[in-house]
């Protein structure tokens, strides 16, 4: 096990180290970083929004970030190590979850990378402000865990209520995708075999706190409390700049679409970020990872689904749902621990050697796919944050988002970073 962690951990770090030398050029990253320069009392994000702007409420990665910066100031190193360590804790956490269900400890320490090296998980990993995926993406690993810390032959479920309300809790502070952990405890508490009064209680719980956290959005955002848009395609190759400007009949069809997409993309990996269908060249480069990824699914569907391939389904639909207003890579981070662990739930992998051994090679397969990709992305993201230090386009990018990106801040970043 140890051998297998310090592996993952290995792979993970090489392949994102460069992330640990980005700078704060991001205006996301900067608005923020000015929004925690104002506010005297962190506490103050827990009924306020986090700073861009967007109706998005995120207490627990702004207050992290108002700390990280009254130690460290601008300099980006210390949160660039936040993510990336949160990012491997991850993977090794879903190693362990793996290791409960699968016998097979190659296969377990394969789909854990798959994790941990992917285009889906990728952002989340280099990218400061969208850290809260990675909150979120820990609370629902640390559900996996809790759930199946016993086996399939044992009779019952135990569930701590304490530990499930501050799982739930801290989802939803860290970013509206908590609603994924929120409603998946609900699934566990109807399809469960756990006692009535168990399952009525876990009930109780899921209404009681989704209904605080709708109270507090209410209060904070008033009747824009749901509203969102963004960019995205249209039946996979007409673009739109804005959800809410469409006509209401493509805009039903759209949210329809998001949703087919975010079920299948982790599952058929065919799409851009931003949800465009590839064709052409791109999807013959890619080939090897969504034909490899759609085959190790297949190999692992069973005419009776294992408990834990149930919980993954319930997974990818949730966080489908969830994300009905857009499709981007950043918003499958849940989606891709789920299809790794319907794979891992696969029973008869378990007993069948061949059918094992060919999910190995397919899973090592897409992970060198993977690495590719990821490499490629991380390199260019490098590249991008570079540009974006030259003088001139920084000074316009803080003259585009002023009054947001505060001079001060904007000074600090000109003065240590810019050329």
């Known amino acids: 096990m140890l051998a297998a962690v310090a592996l993952l951990l290995m792979l993970g ?19 923020l970083l000015s929004q925690v320069q ?46 990336l360590a949160l990012h491997l804790l991850l993977g090794c ?9 699968q016998r097979d400890s190659v296969l377990c ?39 199946f810390s016993r086996t399939e032959a044992e009779d019952r479920l135990t ?20 609603v994924v952990i929120l409603l998946l405890i609900g699934v566990v508490a109807l399809r469960g075999n756990l006692p ?42 007409l673009r739109y700049a804005d959800w809410s400007q469409l006509p209401k009949p493509l805009r039903l069809v759209a949210l329809g679409e998001n949703v087919l997409k975010n079920a299948a993309a982790p599952i058929l990996p065919v799409f851009s970020p931003a949800g465009a269908l590839n064709l052409g060249l791109p999807l013959l480069l890619t080939a090897p990872v969504w034909c490899g990824t759609l085959l190790l699914c297949a190999l692992s569907a069973q005419r009776k689904i294992s408990r834990p391939q149930q919980c993954a389904v319930a997974i990818l639909v949730l966080n489908a749902l969830v994300h009905y207003a857009l499709f981007r890579f ?7 621990i789920a299809v790794c662990l319907f794979v891992a739930g696969a029973y008869q992998l378990s007993s069948d050697f061949r059918r ?62 810019a050329r």
């Open 159 to 178: 569930v701590s209520f304490p530990y499930l309300a501050a799982l739930s809790g801290a989802a939803l502070l860290s970013k509206e995708s908590g």
């Open 93 to 101: 956490l879903l190693l362990r979850v793996f290791r409960r269900i």
């Open 109 to 147: 320490l394969l789909l854990s990378a798959l994790v941990v090296v992917s285009l889906y998980t990728c952002s989340p990993a280099i990218w400061i402000s969208d850290r809260p995926t990675l909150f979120v993406a820990l609370c629902l690993v640390l559900l996996l865990d809790h759930v």
């Open 13 to 31: 770090f090489w392949t994102y180290r460069k992330a640990l030398s980005f700078t704060p050029a991001n205006p996301d990253d900067l608005i």
């Open 356 to 417: 094992r051994t060919a999910a190995k090679v397919l899973a090592a397969v897409v992970l060198m796919g993977n690495l590719w990709s990821v490499t490629r992305s991380v390199d260019d993201a490098f590249v991008a944050q570079d540009d974006e230090l030259n003088r001139y386009r920084l000074t316009r990018v803080m003259s585009l988002y002023a009054p947001r990106i505060s001079q001060d801040i904007a000074q600090q970043v000109s003065e240590k970073y």
């Open 38 to 83: 104002r506010v005297g009392n962190p506490l103050h994000f827990l009924v306020a929004d986090w700073g861009l702007g967007n109706n998005a409420y995120r207490p627990l990665h702004s207050i992290c970030l108002w700390l990280t910066y009254h130690a460290f100031g601008i300099a980006a190193g210390a949160n660039q190590f936040i993510n």
């Open 196 to 237: 009535r009064d168990v399952r009525r209680k876990l009930i109780v719980l899921v209404c009681g706190v989704g209904l605080a956290y709708v109270a507090v959005r209410l209060e904070i955002f008033g009747n824009k409390a749901a509203a969102y848009s963004e960019s995205g395609f249209l039946f996979g190759t």
């Open 330 to 336: 950043r918003t499958q981070y849940l989606s891709e």
